[in-house]
């Protein structure tokens, strides 16, 4: 029996050494939430943490309210589900996860808000009894995953699982190292040798000092203009970068359709296309999931890999995006870990892809966990961009930092200035989970 016994939310304002700039936002601060559950676990409580980015207009892409606004409403937001999640029972963790999920399923279908948005403080909360369990039982997240000690019953997600576990699609042991897949925003600059807080700032500086081989592209949803942005950016990695160089692109929901998004695709070199791994959510979420869309898909008979991102905030939208014509989605801790899973087994058995993103995501807590996930899963080449805009881990107190590096000195190191930051070699890095 697991109990949740108390939920704690705490907030620290974060500053990026960088503006971000994706979609309709452009990010320069924004607010880290923390949140700690103490856990029940057969009479005896356990302390869990997650920890997650309140990230401006992705959850809830409102172009008419600020983000100031938007950040009050999923703060109440997460506040209110803590308050519920309070004293909450089940027998497994999955089984209080779905009483979570359940909840906010009927709470999002009678406000009409995005599934993404309200079901984002049930992931804090999974994640932190998640973190709970593994410190019961002093074992690491691929290990009670493959003995399914969190009681995940795949097929109440996806029926065509049924009678199987997630040992029986995923792999038999964790990645130790991942190629890190590095975002370069609509604002950020290309060349010219050029360091910030002892840390690269241009593409050409991050490709120099890190080896960088893969990459992730962001789009404005203009072809003419994301045409010639695209053609630049891969013409600096095409100079500087590995030969096993290749890149993603993402339009955050950006354009319209996908006549539209194939003009863009037809106006960049064939010698470009042959490296571009997918394009991720190019159509915006209320059009995404639709016939027409489908349709849009059907008629592009040759198009890249093309996958939703935003679009997959309920249980069934993967499954009904392959059926669309899509080839994959995209795995987020701020999606939700068994649901993650769910769909990393349904990508196995249906040759899908199944890829690893992330929205500036940063340790000591939320880096971690999510790399533990993404290692479990086994996917080999994933978005990490929180170590280029933000200065490492600066923005913690001293405790925390060096928690982080005694706790994966394979992970970080220390900068010039000090504080820790990733360690990125030829392009990947190491985690031990």
Known sequence: MIRIAACRLRLQDLHLRLPFRYGIATVTDLTHAFVETDVEINGKVITGISAEHLSPKWLYKRPDTSPEADNAELIALIEAVLEWATDLSAETAFGLWQALYEKQATYAKETS??????????TLV???VINALGNAT?????????????????ASIHPELFGTQPADWLPE????????????????PLTGLERMDALPK???????????KHF?????????????????????CAAHAPPDWAFTLDANESYTDFATVRAFWNGLQDTHKARCLFIEQPLHRDQALTD???????????????????????????????????????????KGVFKGVANACLAKKRGALLSGEDLTCVGP???????????????????????????GLSMFDTAAQNAALAAHPELYHRSPAGWPTLTITNGAIQFMA
């Open 292 to 334: 027409t869309a489908g349709a849009g898909l059907a008629g592009w008979g040759d198009h890249p890999p093309i996958l939703i991102d935003e679009s997959d905030g309920a249980l069934g939208d993967f499954p009904r995006a392959l059926a669309l014509g899509y080839t994959g989605t995209s795995h987020k801790g701020c």
């Open 216 to 236: 992730k592209l962001k789009l404005g949803g203009n072809v003419t203009t994301d045409i010639a942005r695209t053609t630049e950016v891969l013409a600096v």
């Open 113 to 122: 808000l995005p599934t993404l948005w309200t079901h984002f403080p049930v």
């Open 202 to 212: 241009t593409l050409e500086d991050n490709i120099a000092a890190y080896g960088l």
């Open 138 to 154: 002093q074992q690491p997240f691929h290990a009670l995953l493959k003995s399914n000690a969190f009681g995940i019953e795949l």
């Open 173 to 188: 042991a964790p990645r130790k190292q991942m190629i890190l897949r590095h975002t370069i925003g609509m604002a950020d």
């Open 126 to 128: 999974e994640r932190a």
């Open 365 to 391: 807590v939320c880096l971690e966990q999510d790399l533990a996930v993404m290692a479990a899963l086994g996917i080999e080449s994933v978005e990490r961009n929180g170590h280029h805009y933000f200065a």
